[in-house]
């Protein structure tokens, strides 16, 4: 009898299964019917997981973006922009389900992807030349993705690992009082050991080879709460500058053992993606003096946080609950959904207000030009540099300032504005190109013909 | 009533040695067959064959592979999905350097390459059993994440250690459109399958079998157990090398060492034991439930239109998953297999109940 | 004797090779002496803490032969629960809130997991305790939230130089860390007494020893393991309330389990002096490995980076397991047909 009840339950459990799964589909088609002049914009997210303290602030300033461009201005042109969040946890397998996922979604499919993860990058990357759907990666993603004859689909808009790699060489090598002053200094490198960390050895290794400074590579493990041995290393090798190259919970841990191996913060230098409140906030005053890049946004309020306090917060409509509002993260999810709606807005000039598909974005995204008085005119006054993008250069200027932890918050180095040397990074970007495309055997796009 | 096999005489050593002996199952597996072959293609969205069906094919080699380890032979490893990168990078590094080769003996070259791995990793299993071994074979899991993040020469001087590949040709044919892909892992799973079956009757399975259930008397009838457990070890990784090319070749594409993590090595642990323990169904099923169960689980909220964040969804998925496992080892600790069994001996008498 | 030494030879060999590896970078001079002693502490502190995880895999694998792959899920579990406890009242007191809620943890996996699954094979269980992992990453990140929390303390992060005039540069220890050996230390003093000499520390060594025996006794199994599971999620506790405060609580804490797991195979599944030696052995042989041995590895091959003390730990234990099959301090099992 027992055994009899065991198995009623379990059919049970697969008839409620079943149920679902049929009402489910059943909403959904429903759904559909609804959509008429609707822009579907993907958001792959991650709230939870080790990365969840920098993917939660994020992903609230891009969404928040988004609902006030629908709160605010009625949509872009009058299409109304729709959404749907997709968890990736940071893991590539999930990155790529969710991409799969929310491609089709919409009248037209998806925008534009931001995967906000360069596993996940790399994985959707060939993916994109079937679907024909961008993938934005700014400021991260593959720095060979630059040239735009063959990554057809890839925008590191504003810049790649290898600028910022090139940026802080530079960057140190003032300091010391001239990029010749390097020979013989020691360099460390202390990277997430996943695609996102590797991305910029290649870069300073052939700075190295120029200025003659040693790069010792330390990589440090997923999730990276195990960083004892690096700082050890550390502690033997006294390096003259420790680069950072960190995400999620391993940034913190990486400052607080430097703190606890006694390496002076002053000397360490982030990526722009190790410069934000959870990375330091967590070492407490320890953080006090750690420097990092700025991309784009800084920290702070300007005016579009005005109108999203207006339009969203004020109604009840944020996301979230409201974390990082303001803070390094959240700017820099705001600035990623703003590009990505301008990107549309100025496809619409050529392809008619109607919701578009990703191929006509993508003309958007090459003929983007936001100068300084477009800056002005949507809030971002101080939060970003201008940007233009070609068909052939998909990555537009980069530019990027250092800003220091005071142990309250993050204070911008007036004057210090660096830009990468295009000299050294643009053959190395031609040569990884041209690699991928014989690996892949991809027919490159001729751009002067496109135009004409 | 329709599934009775009385009436059905062996009258020949063929019939007797027949995969399915019974007629109703070798209808329901030619159904089954044409149904996957000829109406799969036609009414599936590419969605479901990229993020259900495809995987699914895949990882079910996977699981077979695995089960002929722990299941048959009673081996546990908790470090497979390092034999499925040493079959990925295996086949990657093949189609590198010999381009000539085709794809079919490339991936058998892969598979070998897994197996000879499988087997050094198999060693300990001579002097450490149960769960001792499970936590040691931690070590190839760990060595080999680390080998293909380091050794620069098996990514190619890839500079972000992450590797591409190009379509998949075989005999002219580019196997790059979801449904292509779903039909070339089919027609793969199938021979798989075919070979399992053979070897697990066979006089090695039964030598596996024998070991799992007391080696120790195994040996005393004879069966050496550096044999048994090495090759189930060989052919375990064989499996699972296979798989792991077509997961880095026909799944993924662009993988980094990452992509064959501990979670993917638990996650087929999981399959094999929900499935079933020493069940080729087993891991069939096991396969489809830890495949299309988180996928399923992250959705039934939007679908449902229950506005939920996706923080809390994903939470929600995570604790649903776990306490469905263990919901299923109470209910029934030898897998999704023994309730078809079951639903199998039911049908027997249905309608009538004895 | 003699016959002793025959039967641990390979065992010796071992031990006399990794000592001879401990001590080399030493007298070849490869590193200063003060340097030395600092990566010997930096291992020992880390050492600590892997015990302590190993510990609570060791107790629950004695009492009630589950392999408790959750031990890591426990410890992000108690530590987010201290710590957003702490938020509101004193830190003493959220430790004592935390406790109750491992207790009442443990109360609710034997019943819920543990009494239906009674009998079933050991990986069946084994499985079941990374469902029950599953179950409460969720379920700790739904109530806890999954943003980096704070536990304070209350010591200096700042290091301080000692030994000044022994070693060259003296030698950077953290306050910190000596209070997390001292806790640990006090913690398996006092498990030692409570299995020694109370009684149900006594019954519960029954227990382990044979549960058929121990219950035809009178002991009841049920609430031993209970017990058991109590004691586990103390430890776990502990151990995330240490770790907490050196790293920040996160989700990332629960995959510290998988550190612990070299220490159990090296210690033995059931020992728990087994569990604190094997935890400093591996603390120590990692970070003298990724230090010492790691760069001259990745010179010889053009590795990209080291990074080896992931696998090292489990290859040492590999090591250990094939010349000693039953751990360090495992007892010896004889198979009989």
Redesign the interface.
């Known amino acids: 009898m027992k055994q009899t009840a065991k198995y009623a339950m379990l059919a049970a459990s697969f008839a409620v299964a079943a149920a679902f799964g049929s009402t489910a589909a059943l909403a959904q088609a429903k759904k559909v019917d609804a959509q008429a002049k609707e822009q579907f914009f993907p958001v792959l997210s991650y709230r939870t997981g080790a990365y969840a303290p920098n993917g939660i602030p994020f992903a609230n300033g891009y969404v928040d973006y988004l609902k006030l461009v629908n709160a605010r201005d009625g949509g872009i042109g009058g299409v109304k922009i729709t959404w749907e969040e997709c968890e990736t946890g940071y893991a590539t397998d999930r990155g790529v389900e969710c991409y799969e996922r929310l491609k089709g979604k919409g009248p037209t499919g998806a925008t534009a992807f931001h995967p906000l993860s360069t596993g996940i990058t790399f994985a959707v990357t060939d993916k994109a030349f079937v679907d024909k759907i961008p993938i934005i990666t700014f400021g991260y993603g593959r720095a060979d993705s630059v040239d735009g004859t063959v990554f057809g689909w890839n925008f590191p808009l504003g810049g790649t690992y290898w600028d910022a790699a090139d940026m802080l060489v530079q960057h140190v090598g003032k300091k010391e009082g001239g990029l010749d002053k390097l020979k013989g200094k020691k360099i460390a490198l202390v990277y997430h050991d996943s695609p996102y960390g590797k991305e910029p050895i290649a870069l300073l290794q052939e700075r190295a080879k120029m200025h003659g400074y040693d790069l010792l590579l330390l990589p440090v493990t997923h999730p990276g709460v195990e960083q004892k041995a690096t700082w050890l290393q550390i502690r033997q090798q006294r390096p003259d500058y420790v680069f950072l190259w960190g995400w999620g919970v391993m940034n913190s841990t990486s400052i607080k053992e430097a703190v606890a191996t006694g390496y002076p913060r002053e000397k360490m230098y982030g990526v722009w993606w190790s410069g934000a409140e959870p990375d330091v906030t967590p070492a407490g005053d320890g953080a006090k003096g750690y420097s990092a890049l700025t991309f784009l946004a800084p920290a702070g309020t300007g005016a579009v946080h005005k109108d999203i306090l207006k339009h969203v917060h004020d109604k009840g409509q944020a996301t979230g609950n409201k974390e990082g509002f303001g803070e390094v993260l959240y700017n820099r999810g705001m600035v990623g959904a703003m590009m990505t709606v301008e990107a549309v807005k100025r496809a619409q000039i050529k392809y008619g207000k109607k919701p578009l598909k990703g191929e006509e974005v993508r003309w958007g995204l090459e003929n983007l030009a936001i100068d300084n008085a477009a800056i002005k005119k949507l809030g971002f006054d101080g939060f970003m540099t201008p940007i233009s993008t070609s068909c052939v250069d998909h990555r537009g200027d980069s530019e990027a300032g250092i800003h220091t932890w005071d142990g309250k918050q993050w204070v911008i180095e007036k004057g210090t504005k660096l830009v990468a040397d295009s000299q050294i990074i643009k053959p190395m970007i031609r040569a990884s190109a041209e690699k991928y495309a014989a690996e892949k055997k991809i027919v490159k796009r001729d751009c002067a013909k496109e135009a004409g | 009533m329709f599934y009775r096999e009385n009436g059905q005489f062996k009258s020949s050593y063929g019939s007797d040695q027949q995969m399915l002996p019974i007629l109703q199952d070798r209808a329901f597996m030619f159904g089954l067959l044409a149904f996957a072959f000829l109406v799969v293609p036609f009414v599936v969205r ?2 479901v064959f ?2 259900l069906l495809i995987p699914f094919l895949i990882l079910a080699v996977a699981a077979l592979g695995l089960n002929l380890l ?1 299941g048959y032979c009673g081996q ?1 490893s908790l470090g497979h999905a390092a034999f499925m990168a040493v079959g990925a990078y295996a086949a990657y590094n093949l189609v590198l350097r010999v381009p000539q080769l085709n794809f079919l003996v490339v991936l058998v070259l892969a598979g070998l390459i897994a197996a000879a791995v499988g087997v050094l990793f198999g060693i ?1 299993s001579l ?2 059993k ?3 071994l ?3 074979t ?2 190839a899991q ?2 080999m ?2 080998v293909f ?4 020469w098996f990514t190619n001087y890839a ?4 590797v ?4 998949l040709e075989l005999f002219g044919w580019t196997v ?1 459109s979801p449904v292509e892909k779903y039909l070339f892992l089919l027609c793969v799973l199938i021979v798989f399958t075919i070979v399992a079956n053979n070897l697990v009757r066979g006089h090695i399975g039964r030598a596996w079998m024998a070991t799992r259930d ?4 195994a040996e ?1 009838i004879g069966i050496r157990p550096v044999y048994a457990k090495l090759t189930a070890f060989a052919i375990s990784s064989f499996y699972v090398g296979v798989a792991g090319a077509l997961w880095g070749f026909v799944h ?5 060492p ?2 064959f993590n ?2 993917l090595s ?1 996650n087929l ?2 399959m094999v ?2 499935g079933g ?1 020493g069940s080729l169904l087993g891991s069939y099923f096991g396969a489809a439930f830890i495949v299309v169960l988180p ?2 689980l ?3 909220p ?4 229950v506005p939920i ?11 649903i ?6 919901f299923f ?5 030898h897998g999704l297999a023994r ?1 078809w069994a ?1 639903g199998k001996e039911k049908m027997r008498l249905w309608p009538f109940p004895h | 004797m003699k016959n002793m030494i025959g039967k641990e030879g390979p065992f010796l060999a071992l031990c006399a090779v990794l000592l001879i590896g401990l001590v080399l970078p030493l007298a070849t001079g490869a590193s200063a002496p003060g340097f030395y002693v600092e990566v010997l502490l930096g291992g020992l502190m880390a050492g600590v803490l892997y015990s302590l995880v190993a510990l609570g895999f060791a107790l629950i694998f004695k009492a009630s032969g589950v392999f408790n792959f959750a031990q890591g899920a426990m410890v992000l579990f108690a530590a987010l629960a201290v710590a957003r406890v702490a938020e509101r009242i004193p830190l003493w007191a959220a430790i004592v809130v935390g406790i109750g809620i491992m207790i009442a943890l443990a109360w609710l996996i034997e019943r819920l997991v543990l009494r239906p699954l009674v009998n079933q094979e050991p990986i069946a269980l084994f499985m079941a305790t990374l469902g029950l992992t599953f179950f409460l990453d969720g379920f700790g990140q739904t109530v806890w939230g999954s943003d980096i929390y704070k536990i304070e303390l209350g010591i200096a992060k700042e290091p301080v130089m000692v030994l000044q005039s022994i070693f060259q540069g003296g030698i950077l220890v953290n306050k910190e860390d000596f209070m997390a050996a001292l806790v640990a230390a006090a913690l398996v003093a006092s498990l030692a007494l409570f299995f020694q000499k109370t009684s149900t520390g006594r019954a519960l060594r029954a227990v382990a020893d044979d549960h058929q025996a121990a219950q035809s006794i009178g002991i009841p199994l049920n609430r031993m393991w209970v017990i058991v599971w109590s004691v586990a999620g103390i430890v776990a506790l502990v151990a995330g309330v240490i770790w907490g405060s050196k790293l920040g609580v996160q989700f990332s804490l629960s995959l510290v389990a998988l550190k612990a797991l070299p220490v159990v195979i090296l210690g033995g599944f059931t020992s728990v002096p087994g569990a604190i030696v094997g935890g400093l052995i591996i603390g120590v042989g990692e970070k003298m490995a990724e230090v010492f041995l790691g760069p001259p590895l990745v010179k010889a091959f053009d590795l990209a980076g080291g990074g080896i003390e992931n696998w090292f730990a489990f290859m040492l234990a590999l090591m250990f397991l094939l010349v000693r099959p039953q751990g360090l301090f495992g007892e010896k099992h004889i198979d009989r047909v």
């Not at chain 2, 993040?149 to 620069?152: I, L, P, S, T, Y």
């Not at chain 2, 591409?164 to 379509?167: G, K, L, N, R, W």
């Not at chain 2, 007391?214 to 008397?217: G, K």
């Not at chain 2, 080892?329 to 600790?333: K, M, N, T």
């Open positions: 590419d969605y990229l993020s722990v546990i300990p002097r450490i149960g769960l001792y499970g936590v040691a931690l070590a760990f060595f994440d680390w993040a380091r050794v620069k500079h972000s250690g992450s591409q590949t190009a379509p790059d007391m080696d120790v008397a005393v993924l594409g662009s993988w980094e990452l992509a501990l979670t638990l642990l999981f034991i929900i323990l996928i399923v992250n959705q039934v939007a679908w449902l239109g964040s996706t923080a809390m969804a994903s939470h929600l998925e995570f604790m998953f776990g306490a469905l496992i263990v080892l109470i209910v029934e600790p309730l079951i």
